[in-house]
């Protein structure tokens, strides 16, 4: 008997909804137990968000400073053979709850010398969050053999809008009689993830404990956006640079960091209309100087479940 351990935070079930299609095909296998777990913030974060506490979350988020966490539903000496890790990203850096589970002794024993399948849902912007559970995962000596990400599948223009407007106000649309879809991974794609659940319940019964190949190559479980690669790190650079003077400035509840987080949407949003098309042209122009390198980097991204989906054209 494998046993497999799903763990996850999700604010609006999401995520959950992820994870369950995931799970459907493990648990019809007799020879894999299932435990679904919660990382539950001591202080809840309540959803919607409201303008101020979204934005002022940012700071906290990229420094990792996570508040504590209950694990709820996981057996400390479980041995679990598997732990798919569900997570989604805030500020292009796993969510605040998932840092602070990562934190724990108790989730550091959970993840320490086993595989680990990592699940994002999020809008489309997880490259850089993945590097930072990366390195979390090497130092815990954990094993991350998959990666499968999920996201909104409408233009990233829309969901631009979309994403802040359900997080904040808490609806998801669709706004403007339909010119900007619904947010959030749509319906077919979170029941077709259950392709990911059959691949592990095929292989991971008789998989060796110690195996580092990928169980979901050529299964489509990531998609690179090469246009993202340079903006997330340009980004991720303003968030740390702006979060340290924030922090500088005090406490969330600080009245004059309120005010900069204001004057910082306002510079963001003009540097997003301004320099990102700018930019964009330039990367276009300098393209084929670049070429080897974006490739590189795509491929760098990917891993290691990769983008293929050479396994669902067989099956169409
Ligand atoms: C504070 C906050 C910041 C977010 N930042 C990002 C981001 O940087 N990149 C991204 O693709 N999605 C981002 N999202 C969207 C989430 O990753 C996720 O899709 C959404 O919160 C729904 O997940 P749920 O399952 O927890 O409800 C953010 C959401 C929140 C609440």
């Known amino acids: 008997m494998k046993k497999v351990l799903i763990i996850h935070y999700s604010q609006t079930g999401?995520?959950?909804?992820?994870?369950?299609?995931?799970?459907?095909p493990l648990e019809k296998n007799p020879e894999i137990s299932v435990t679904f777990a919660n990382i539950a913030p001591k202080t809840p974060f309540p959803f919607p968000w409201g303008f101020w506490r979204f934005f002022n979350t940012f700071p906290e988020t990229v420094y990792e400073d996570a508040g504590p966490v209950d694990i709820v539903g996981a057996d400390p000496a479980g041995d679990y053979d598997l732990v798919i890790l569900g997570y989604t990203v805030w500020f292009l850096s796993p969510s605040l709850p998932t840092t602070a589970f990562l934190n724990t002794a108790e989730g550091q024993a959970l993840l320490k010398g086993k595989q680990v399948i990592t699940v994002i849902g999020c809008r489309n912007m997880w490259l850089q969050a993945q590097e930072r559970m990366k390195q979390r995962l090497a130092d815990i000596g954990a094993r991350l053999t998959d990666n499968v990400v999920l996201i909104d599948s409408v233009h990233s223009?829309?969901?631009?809008?979309?994403?802040?407007?359900?997080?904040?106000?808490?609806?998801?649309?669709?706004?403007?009689?339909?010119?900007?879809?619904?947010?959030?991974?749509?319906?077919?794609?979170?029941?077709?993830?259950?392709?990911?659940?059959?691949?592990?319940?095929?292989?991971?019964?008789?998989?060796?404990?110690?195996?580092?190949?990928p169980m979901l190559a050529g299964l489509g479980a990531v998609k690179i956006n090469d246009k993202l690669i340079a903006s997330e790190k340009v980004a991720k650079r303003s968030f740390m640079l702006w979060g340290k003077l924030l922090r500088a400035?005090?406490?969330?509840?600080?009245?004059?960091?309120?005010?900069?987080?204001?004057?910082?949407?306002?510079?963001?949003?003009?540097?997003?209309?301004?320099?990102?098309?700018?930019?964009?042209?330039?990367?276009?122009?300098?393209?084929?100087?670049t070429r080897a390198k974006i490739a590189a980097e795509h491929a760098y991204f990917a891993a290691?479940?990769?983008?293929?989906r050479a396994q669902l054209d067989q099956g169409a």
Do not use: H
């Open 249 to 289: 400035i005090g406490k969330p509840s600080n009245p004059i960091r309120v005010a900069v987080i204001g004057l910082y949407f306002l510079f963001l949003l003009t540097l997003i209309l301004t320099v990102v098309p700018l930019l964009a042209i330039i990367k276009k122009l300098i393209e084929p100087l």
């Open 14 to 24: 999401q995520l959950t909804d992820i994870l369950k299609s995931i799970a459907g």
């Open 304 to 308: 290691p479940s990769g983008e293929s």
């Open 157 to 213: 223009a829309a969901s631009f809008y979309s994403t802040p407007m359900w997080m904040v106000f808490g609806n998801k649309g669709p706004y403007f009689g339909g010119k900007i879809p619904e947010a959030g991974i749509s319906k077919d794609d979170i029941a077709r993830a259950s392709r990911f659940g059959e691949a592990i319940a095929a292989q991971l019964p008789d998989r060796p404990a110690q195996s580092t190949a």
